[in-house]
């Protein structure tokens, strides 16, 4: 009969118990990675599909992300090459534009109509219950230029508008008009900065790069690669290939 010193027993089991919860959360973090992917490639091709059938409602240009986590009800236009690169929630009836080479973080909501207060009720569903036609108060639609950066969090309410150019601090609440290439944070957001002087400013409103063709923005490279804040205006035209 072969006695067990239980405490070696116990220490030789430890390592072998590590490596099989290794191998467990290795195998764990590979099978959610792989639905992510899976699920992922489910929305393209939803969206995809999407885009041809109710294309009343979403339309996107070329090469254009927006996460997979999004929840879209107003209507969108989204021009090239804008990412979209957190869920967001885009809604309400009046029209959403946004431009060309748009960067945009994480918790976007857009809300493109507002609640009347002006009646007894301010809510939708006890006025359909009623059989009441209700409509949205509605400021026009909203706009956000081109390369225009927004933070995360960042909420944009009815008739905001957000020029070309414009950073949108993290965690702010858009309400009105925000200038071209100036930096507005807050609740709600106001311009603190210029990123550029204006000269500089109204050169690249004059240029508008994000409408040049892609083949176009490639061959500006060196155009791309320079810090525009001390630069000579002058010196812009000569950097540029057509």
Not at 48 to 77: E, M, N, P, Q
Not at 98 to 122: P, Q, W
Not at 159 to 165: E, T, V
């Amino acid at each position: 009969m072969i006695k067990m010193d239980n405490g070696s027993s116990q220490h030789k089991l430890v390592p072998f118990l590590s490596w099989i919860h290794f191998g467990l959360f290795f195998v764990k973090h590979r099978a959610i990675h792989l639905f992510e992917r899976i699920r992922f490639n489910m929305f393209v091709a939803k969206t995809s599909l999407k885009l041809r059938s109710t294309s009343k409602k979403l339309h996107v240009g070329k090469d254009v992300f927006i996460h997979d986590g999004s929840d879209i009800s107003a209507t969108l236009y989204v021009g090239d090459g804008t990412r979209i690169n957190g869920p967001a929630k885009i809604k309400g009836h009046e029209t959403v534009r946004i431009g060309n080479y748009c960067a945009i973080g994480d918790n976007l909501r857009i809300i493109s109509t507002n609640h009347k207060m002006n009646y007894a009720d301010v809510q939708t569903g006890l006025q359909e219950m009623l059989g009441i036609k209700w409509a949205d108060k509605s400021k026009g639609p909203i706009e956000i230029g081109n390369n225009v950066w927004i933070g995360d969090s960042v909420t944009i309410l009815p008739g905001a508008k957000i020029s070309d150019g414009a950073v949108i601090g993290a965690c702010s609440v858009v309400t009105k008009t925000i200038p071209p290439f100036s930096v507005a944070v807050g609740i709600p957001a106001k311009p603190i900065k210029k990123r550029f002087s204006e000269e500089v400013i109204k050169k690249l409103l004059e240029i508008r790069w994000w409408d040049w063709p892609l083949n176009k923005i490639k061959r500006n490279k060196e155009f791309f690669e320079i810090e525009l804040n001390n630069i000579n205006v002058n010196k812009i035209d000569g950097l540029i290939k057509n």
